[in-house]
């Protein structure tokens, strides 16, 4: 044992749902179906469950599932899904945002989008494909 910590491995796929499901009244005002969203990342064939919620942030290994099936599961409690591949963005500082899901979920996926502020804005920038990422 030398001391040093095995490298890391980054997640190499990400399913972001969307929920319309709204547990603070002032989530209402945001596009139905799109009011809340959380991420799954998968690392080395096991899921991390990633739900940032305003008043607790619970990440969770959920397992190992096939992605057809997981898909499956959220979508038929209701979720929209989008695919993303998560990248490590440059080492910049970014602007501060307040803490919501949205802005949570694009930290994770290493997207700077300074104009994304909504899960619906997430949601179609997620529907926009680009070369060599999300």
């Known amino acids: 044992m030398t001391g040093e910590a095995a490298p890391v ?3 190499d796929l990400a399913v972001v ?3 319309g499901r709204a547990t603070l009244p002032w989530l209402r005002v945001l596009r139905p179906g799109f009011r809340h969203c959380f991420v799954l990342l998968r690392t080395r064939g096991q899921w991390l469950y990633y739900d940032p919620m305003a008043h607790y942030t619970l990440a969770s290994v959920i397992g190992a599932y ?3 099936g997981l898909l499956r599961v959220f979508r038929g409690q209701g979720c929209r899904v989008r695919l993303a591949r998560p990248r490590v963005p440059p080492p910049r ?3 501060w ?3 919501t899901c ?3 979920a694009k930290r994770v ?3 700077r989008e300074p104009w994304v502020f ?3 804005q997430l949601y179609r920038r997620l529907g926009r494909r680009r070369p060599g990422g999300v």
Request: proline content about 17%.
């Open 118 to 120: 909504t899960p619906w």
């Open 93 to 95: 500082a970014l602007a």
């Open 109 to 111: 996926l290493g997207l």
């Open 17 to 19: 749902a969307f929920t």
């Open 102 to 104: 949205v802005e949570a």
């Open 66 to 68: 096939p992605l057809l």
């Open 97 to 99: 945002r307040p803490y």
């Open 9 to 11: 491995a980054g997640p």
